[in-house]
């Protein structure tokens, strides 16, 4: 066992973040605008617990999967993890309910996950993820939905077509296609694992994992074949005189919706897309930015067979994940992180310069956040140019001299930061 590393007092464990106020502030710039579009497409809040069973990851992914948790033992000896993704805890939360769940449901969640695997750009050990999730419904209108929703997300945010794309693909077609290649049925799982590694590990230890699921050389040649078609009238050609499969016939439907919606520009057809995890059985997509520069910035799919396979009924499920870590990034490479604070309505200036604030203008403060607006004031006193200073850090938007000589009682000389105005107002005009 490796002796353990010396750990800084000031120092946070490795591939985890502090959020001080600044950074907070950029965080929740993400969430609003994830909240923001999960809200106009009528999803629903929900949430799990941080831990899960250990066996609920297991029965999804296969004992494998311990290596990359985060495991404990409670005190009651059971076997726990930390979460490292949420579908499985939505699974688990859906079966619970059963049939008493109005179909579809449409829910999202932005949970904070963890996964133990070395911290490099675009992936820590501690993140924040959306997901978005369509259980119940059994045709493609369901990726529309959610495709749709990662688009309008992305253009909230500033980003446009020319920033990234929406790469389309499907395990139904694949595996389709592997069929028609009398690839066994039993091997699809290593195949979709190697096919996953491609674009990352070269050609030849791509042919050399197919090799050892005895998948031949040709066989190879024309899944390669499959990889270079980039529209879906090429993918029918490969099928030959074959009738229109159930794969091919999801696909022209999916890109026919969302060319109606005005989406065509962002889509790609890439049937390199396979989505690592096993439980995909139709339509997957990943959301890359145009200058590869980054991981894929979000990435989903079909998986009708989660919920059965956890115990519960034969329901259709769609969903897709986001993480915060590659979005920042992005938007940060692009300058489209919000600078500065976001600010307080007004800040209460005591002209008198008083050790602590007087009680009219706490009063004064107490009726302003009465009313919804947000005030704050100098809590140490001081003198006013420290006090003006202090409003100029806080970001306020307007400066209310309280105690000014030059406002009748009851009014107040008020000074916008912005646009350097000044007048009096009277208290109920604030």
Not at 246 to 254: F, I, K, Q, V
Not at 329 to 334: A, C, T
């Amino acid at each position: 066992m490796a002796a353990p590393e010396h750990i800084q007092p000031t120092q946070s464990p490795k591939g985890t973040r502090d959020f001080y106020p600044e950074e907070m502030r950029l965080q929740n710039h993400i969430f609003e605008g994830w909240r923001r579009v999960c809200h106009a497409f009528g999803f629903e809040e929900y949430e799990g617990p941080t831990f899960e069973h250990l066996e609920l990851y297991v029965g999804k992914s296969g004992p494998e999967i311990v290596d990359q948790l985060y495991v404990f033992k409670d005190k009651g000896n059971r076997d726990l993890a930390l979460r490292p993704e949420l579908t499985p805890t939505l699974a688990r939360m859906v079966n619970q309910k059963g049939n008493s769940l109005r179909y579809p449901v449409k829910w999202f969640s932005i949970p904070r996950l963890f996964r133990y695997e070395r911290a490099q750009r675009g992936r820590l050990r501690e993140f924040f993820q959306l997901n978005m999730d369509i259980v119940g419904c059994n045709t493609v209108a369901a990726e529309s939905d959610l495709v749709g929703a990662v688009i309008e997300m992305l253009k909230g945010f500033g980003l446009g077509s020319e920033d990234f794309s929406v790469r389309i693909s499907s395990r139904k077609i694949l595996s389709e296609f592997l069929d028609r290649l009398e690839v066994e049925a039993s091997k699809k799982p290593a195949v979709y694992s190697a096919l996953d590694k491609r674009s990352k590990i070269g050609e030849e230890p791509f042919r050399k994992l197919l090799r050892e699921q005895e998948i031949r050389d040709s066989q190879v040649d024309r899944l390669e074949a499959f990889f270079q078609c980039r529209s879906v009238p090429e993918l029918a050609a490969l099928f030959e005189r074959e009738q229109e499969t159930p794969g091919l016939t999801e696909l022209r439907e999916l890109f026919a919706l969302l060319a109606h919606l005005g989406y065509e520009a962002f889509l790609s057809l890439d049937t390199s897309v396979v989505r690592g995890l096993a439980y995909y059985t139709g339509i997957v997509f990943e959301v890359f930015d145009k200058g590869q520069n980054l991981r894929a910035i979000a990435g989903g799919g079909r998986y009708d067979s989660l919920l059965s396979s956890l115990g519960g009924a034969s329901v259709s499920a769609v969903g897709f994940g986001m993480g915060d870590v590659v979005l920042a990034d992005l938007l940060n490479g692009k300058g489209l992180l919000p600078t500065g604070r976001q600010g307080v309505d007004y800040y209460l200036a005591d002209v008198a310069a008083s050790e602590l604030p007087r009680l009219e203008l706490l009063l004064l403060a107490k009726h302003l956040r009465s009313k919804g607006l947000s005030a704050a004031y100098s809590l140490n006193g001081g003198k006013l140019k420290k006090q003006l200073t202090e409003a100029n850090e806080q970001g306020a938007r307007r400066l209310i001299f309280f105690g000014s000589d030059r406002a009748l009682p009851g009014a107040y000389e008020v000074k916008d930061l912005t646009t350097g105005e000044q007048k009096t107002m009277r208290e109920e005009e604030l």
